[in-house]
């Protein structure tokens, strides 16, 4: 007789979960092809996208490992937002092979235990400079006093991490500094024409992120942090975006427009409750 096998509802879903990943990938696999080579694979590009596929299914399974039980603030495995990433490049203007590559693993400095140096090991360094241009530093090396509460010292320091952060969104200009300070300090020597391909690179995932992160932002019951996303977008993006992406600008644009609505939209019911509750 066989022995009968007992799974959890969890353990199911897992599965399926898993199941729809490899679907996930072929599928992106084929949208690559269709937009990045115009399904033209011949003898002149056809290695090229041979050692792509390589880097980016490797790329998308240790993600896929480092980020298993990881969840967003949303409750959605943050695995699925480097997916969207990926899917949010392919949508916007003049995608290609090291977008998609810095966008899958575009938190892995920020979020998991590997470095710059272990992503320069798997990469070259163009996409492991630009993976280090759009993520944070750990909020512990800005910490300026020790006497303060540890809440207040964790939210001085993040505050103070995020200004210098968002400083290299300033412009264009500033961004490509960003990017040349960072080849400098690993002692790469690149061409001002390599550096304004890495910027642009970054840059566009950056916004295929932060897309992202608005079109999952909306939260009735904490419309503050809803507000402070907003207000943070068009402060540090819609500039940046303008100048070097109208597509992506003019969707963020329109994301803002639908926080905004749905924020004042709540707000005038709770107000109208309270309203009514007084008299």
């Given at each position: 007789?066989?022995?009968?096998?007992?799974?959890?509802?969890?353990?199911?879903?897992?599965?399926?979960?898993?199941?729809?990943?490899e679907?996930?990938?072929?599928?992106?696999?084929?949208?690559?092809?269709?937009?990045?080579?115009?399904?033209?694979?011949?003898?002149?590009?056809?290695?090229?996208?041979?050692?792509?596929?390589?880097?980016?299914?490797?790329?998308?399974?240790?993600?896929?490992?480092?980020?298993?039980?990881?969840?967003?603030?949303?409750?959605?495995?943050?695995?699925?937002?480097?997916?969207?990433?990926?899917?949010?490049?392919?949508e916007?203007?003049?995608?290609?092979?090291?977008?998609?590559?810095?966008?899958?693993?575009?938190?892995?400095i920020?979020?998991?235990?590997?470095?710059?140096?272990?992503?320069?090991?798997?990469?070259?360094?163009e996409i492991?400079?630009?993976?280090?241009?759009?993520?944070?530093?750990?909020?512990?090396?800005?910490?300026?006093?020790?006497?303060?509460?540890?809440?207040?010292?964790?939210?001085?320091?993040?505050?103070?991490?995020?200004?210098?952060?968002?400083?290299?969104?300033?412009?264009?200009?500033?961004?490509?500094?960003?990017?040349?300070?960072?080849?400098?300090?690993?002692?790469?020597?690149?061409?001002?024409?390599?550096i304004?391909?890495i910027?642009?690179?970054?840059?566009?995932?950056?916004?295929?992120?932060?897309?992202?992160?608005?079109?999952?932002?909306?939260?009735?019951?904490?419309?503050?942090?809803?507000?402070?996303k907003?207000?943070?977008?068009?402060?540090?993006?819609?500039?940046?975006?303008?100048?070097?992406?109208?597509?992506?600008?003019?969707?963020?644009?329109?994301?803002?427009?639908?926080?905004?609505?749905?924020?004042?939209?709540?707000?005038?019911?709770?107000n109208?409750?309270?309203?009514?509750?007084?008299?």
């Open positions: 007789m066989f022995s009968e096998q007992h799974y959890t509802l969890e353990q199911v879903l897992d599965a399926v979960w898993l199941l729809k990943q679907k996930w990938v072929d599928k992106i696999l084929a949208s690559i092809k269709e937009k990045i080579f115009w399904n033209d694979l011949n003898d002149e590009n056809i290695e090229e996208f041979k050692v792509f596929v390589q880097d980016f299914t490797s790329m998308y399974y240790l993600m896929k490992k480092k980020f298993r039980e990881k969840y967003r603030s949303t409750w959605e495995r943050y695995f699925e937002h480097l997916r969207a990433v990926v899917n949010n490049v392919l916007l203007p003049n995608p290609n092979t090291q977008k998609i590559l810095i966008a899958i693993s575009h938190d892995c920020e979020d998991t235990n590997i470095d710059f140096r272990t992503l320069n090991i798997i990469y070259w360094h492991t400079l630009a993976v280090q241009a759009i993520s944070k530093d750990s909020w512990e090396y800005y910490i300026a006093t020790d006497n303060q509460h540890e809440d207040e010292k964790k939210k001085q320091a993040k505050d103070i991490r995020n200004k210098q952060y968002f400083w290299h969104l300033a412009s264009f200009d500033t961004f490509k500094k960003h990017i040349k300070d960072l080849a400098w300090s690993k002692w790469f020597e690149l061409s001002e024409e390599k304004e391909e910027a642009r690179n970054a840059l566009d995932v950056k916004f295929a992120d932060r897309i992202h992160n608005l079109s999952t932002q909306w939260d009735p019951n904490n419309l503050e942090q809803v507000r402070k907003v207000n943070e977008t068009k402060k540090y993006f819609l500039n940046i975006a303008r100048e070097t992406n109208t597509e992506a600008y003019n969707k963020i644009q329109s994301f803002i427009l639908i926080l905004e609505v749905k924020i004042n939209g709540t707000s005038k019911k709770v109208t409750l309270l309203g009514n509750s007084v008299l």
